[in-house]
């Protein structure tokens, strides 16, 4: 009795800390509108999205729908010949004839992958004269609200957007309260081919994505865009005036609201997809109907009933996790002037925790069961042939862009990437036979909404440092096993995962091949996107035995292990990979001390190149760790020092979550800090300089989200780890976050944790154990097993 009515104290305590934050704690807000996509505010609902400018005289939406893609089911079959280079290759590189290694790989290409395309805009055209006042536009994370406000000539404006994910549909509304009326005309365009027509009382914008863009960085051809309306995916949004006491007036292209003081718009849109094996436009679904449902059904709802049920869906994800880090000084100044002051050296700890919740945002936002993972931008792009055709990168962005899911308590949201897994699988199978003879499933660097899976490079004009790398599927996989680790699904496991780990499993069996020592690698190898350079001088990309695949493929069959010991199934493949993973090229350390990138100790073209793939076994993987592989560990810090906390904004987030990993709170909050570097308006492609926006996307450049999912996890790991076979609570905490509590964060185990400190050190912690089972909890030195029931929660003293 007394321990029931302790937790019920402590959680009371915490939770009326947590919601003494201030107001602004949980927004972005400015005092102008938007200049550029990347000031604009993001809002989205898993399938929609749209940025939103915040303009006075014509306000601005950017809008997505999240499978309106360029392409169609992609042909495996493209490339049959391509396992008859594999032996060539390796007799190659066994024979270290790196050049010609180089030269014949390009015969294992494919095709690029397709585009992500965007919808158009919605403009509302006021018209206004004059200088407004008081301007300001904010996004609300906490209830994925956006508002713009000011005053003109006396009147007050305001208005609120929202995409709901209940009722499907984006909402607007908009109010004047003084001597003026809403006097507002609304119209549709895009880049792409389309057009408008008035029907049944909406607005109706239908067009189509193009049928091929070539990807951005190839504009050296005489035709990069491709339109085939036939073929091509076809799209429609609706626009309608779900209540307004004003006259409304459907004309032409536009639809007109004029003398109103209030006015709430509906925006529906939907596109044909109907599946990554069917033509999207024979064989595609009616988007007009689709469509034209979703808004039919928003319009029998007030928008008191649409607000209730978006906020009531949002919250039940965002609220589970919170995070104070104190210092709350800076959040009464605009986003924009906390970055700049954040930039001069003076601390913002509030602007992490934000930085930190913002990305659980984004996540909420564009990844939803059902639907599909977030890509390179999330859901939100603007150009036709967006950077790297804002495509799934899968040798470090897609995966990223979920690393922080399941610690973050938002594990449900894991399931679109572990679904499209699904679809990979099914591709890659061809692929894994036609390009390796072998079989089970492989995912090359890119993939699209067709789930194409061979390697890019337009059948030999691709460099292989990018376009040949065959461990897609096998990282991806790692994702399997991690969703099934924090939440202890025997029933996902053996149904979704399993099947899925075991098929990546066979292609590296097939694909693995004896060096001259006769050891296991892979032939050939890459480490994504770095070249190294020979003790003769040669700079190439193609080897054997990278320590990046190596790790991954380490990873994958540790975890396969563990899924077929719980299952108990498949004595006889647990056999083979047993005897495989003990042949596997070990570890080695250079001579200068760092954990080797490549089978011999080469040295590195860029010797702070922004991939750190040969340190995944230190992090998102644990096959090295400080207590069970501490010479290793040292290794990888020896690496991490070479290679620096700089790079592009992705970049610096793998940096974070590495040295979180390594214990060092500094170095990690070091980190953090370029990770925050505001690189204003700059959205030119560059490999270094990375931070962020003023909407705080997060900045490569140019704008990509894996960076914010990212850091929010290296967040994370910093406060919590669980991944050594124990739940250690604070093992990365810096200086600078002397105080501070969270509340919701998740352990591999199914074990949420709160935790309170000052003057950093732990004050207090409680564990509510989701799945039962021992949980052991670690502390600075101590360590304290807990036997725990389902359900119940744990105050702990350490």
């Not at 949201?413 to 390009?435: E, M, R, S």
């Not at 080695?588 to 750190?612: A, T």
């Not at 962020?692 to 850091?711: C, E, R, T």
Request: aromatic fraction near 10%.
């Amino acid at each position: 009795m007394k321990k029931t009515l302790l937790l019920v104290a402590l959680s009371l305590l915490w939770a009326n800390a947590l919601l003494a934050q201030g107001p602004n704690a949980l927004k972005l807000w400015y005092t102008k509108p938007a200049g550029q996509f990347e000031e604009a505010l993001p809002l989205g609902n898993g399938r929609l999205g749209a940025m939103d400018y915040g303009g006075v005289s014509s306000a601005r939406f950017s809008l997505n729908e999240t499978t309106l893609w360029a392409g169609g089911p992609v042909n495996p079959d493209m490339n049959p010949h391509a396992k008859n280079y594999l032996q060539p290759v390796r007799d190659a590189l066994f024979s270290e004839n790196y050049k010609k290694a180089d030269s014949l790989v390009r015969f294992m290409q494919g095709s690029f992958s397709e585009s992500y395309a965007p919808l158009g805009n919605l403009y509302i055209d006021f018209g206004h004269q004059g200088e407004p006042v008081d301007y300001k536009r904010e996004l609300d994370i906490q209830n994925a609200v956006s508002k713009v406000s000011y005053t003109l000539n006396g009147t007050v404006y305001t208005r609120e957007t929202f995409i709901s994910h209940p009722d499907q549909v984006m909402v607007i509304r908009l109010t004047a309260k003084g001597g003026d009326k809403l006097n507002f005309t609304c119209r549709f365009n895009s880049l792409l081919q389309a057009k408008t027509a008035v029907e049944a009382g909406s607005l109706h914008f239908k067009g189509h994505a193009p049928f091929h863009a070539e990807p951005n960085y190839r504009s050296h051809l005489p035709s990069t865009i491709v339109n085939d309306p036939v073929n091509a995916m076809r799209f429609s949004a609706m626009l309608r005036v779900l209540k307004t006491d004003g006259q409304q007036n459907l004309q032409d292209s536009t639809l007109k609201v004029t003398n109103a003081t209030e006015a709430v718009l509906l925006v529906s849109m939907a596109t044909s997809f109907n599946g990554a094996n069917k033509n999207p436009g024979t064989q595609g679904k009616d988007e007009v109907a689709s469509a034209a449902a979703y808004l039919q059904a928003a319009t029998d709802k007030t928008y008191a009933e649409l607000l209730k049920k978006h906020t009531a869906d949002f919250r039940k994800y965002f609220d589970r996790v919170q995070l104070d880090l104190g210092d709350r000084e800076a959040e009464n100044l605009t986003t924009i002037d906390r970055l700049n002051r954040f930039a001069s050296g003076k601390s913002d700890n509030s602007l992490v925790a934000l930085y930190y919740q913002y990305g659980r945002y984004l996540l909420i936002s564009s990844s939803r069961v059902g639907g599909l993972p977030p890509n390179l931008q999330g859901l939100w792009n603007e150009l036709v042939r967006p950077p790297w055709s804002s495509n799934y990168t899968t040798n470090i962005n897609a995966e990223m862009n979920y690393w922080g899911v399941e610690t973050g308590n938002l594990s449900e949201l894991h399931q679109p990437l572990l679904d499209f897994i699904g679809q990979l699988a099914k591709t890659g199978a061809v692929t894994a036979k036609n390009y390796y003879n072998a079989g089970g499933w492989v995912c090359h660097h890119n993939t699209d909404l067709w789930a194409m899976t061979n390697p890019v490079g337009a059948f030999g004009e691709g460099s292989p440092q990018w376009a040949n790398w065959p461990m897609g599927g096998v990282w991806l996989s790692t994702h399997l096993w991690e969703h099934y680790a924090f939440t202890k699904d025997d029933a996902y496991l053996a149904k979704q995962a399993y099947p899925l780990m075991k098929g990546a499993v066979q292609f590296c069996l097939d694909f693995l091949t004896a060096d001259p020592k006769g050891n296991l690698v892979t032939a050939p190898s890459t480490s994504p996107e770095n070249i190294y350079i020979t003790s003769t001088g040669y700079k190439g990309s193609t080897l054997y035995g990278s320590t990046a695949d190596l790790a991954m493929i380490r990873e994958l069959f540790a975890d396969y292990l563990k899924a077929t010991e719980i299952l108990g199934v498949d004595a006889d493949m647990q056999q083979s990979v047993k005897t495989a993973l003990a042949k596997l090229y070990p570890y080695q350390i250079g001579k200068k001390g760092n954990l080797q990138e490549w089978y011999h100790d080469w040295e590195d073209q860029d010797p702070r190149h922004r991939h750190l793939s040969h340190l995944f076994a230190a992090y998102p993987g644990y096959s090295i760790t400080s207590s069970q592989t501490p010479e290793l560990a040292q290794a990888v810090k020896k690496s991490l020092e070479i290679r620096t906390n700089e790079g592009t904004g992705w970049a610096i987030t793998w940096r974070i979550n590495l040295w979180a990993r390594l214990q060092n709170g500094e170095r990690a909050y070091d980190a953090v800090k370029k990770m925050l570097r505001y690189v204003g308006k700059d959205a030119q492609i560059k490999m270094g300089g990375g931070g962020v926006y003023g909407n705080l996307f997060g900045a490569h450049p140019p704008f990509q989200i894996d960076g914010n999912f990212g850091g929010g996890a290296g967040i994370a790991e910093m406060l919590l780890q669980s991944h050594q076979g124990f739940v250690e609570l604070l093992p990365a905490l810096p200086a600078e976050w002397a105080e501070g509590e969270v509340k919701g964060l998740v352990a591999r185990g199914g074990f949420v944790v709160d935790m309170k400190w000052k003057n950093g050190k732990l004050v207090s912690s409680k564990i509510t154990s989701v799945a039962g089972g021992t949980c052991k909890v670690k502390y600075g030195n101590k360590l304290k097993a807990l036997q725990t029931v389902a359900g119940k929660s744990y105050a702990l003293e350490i």
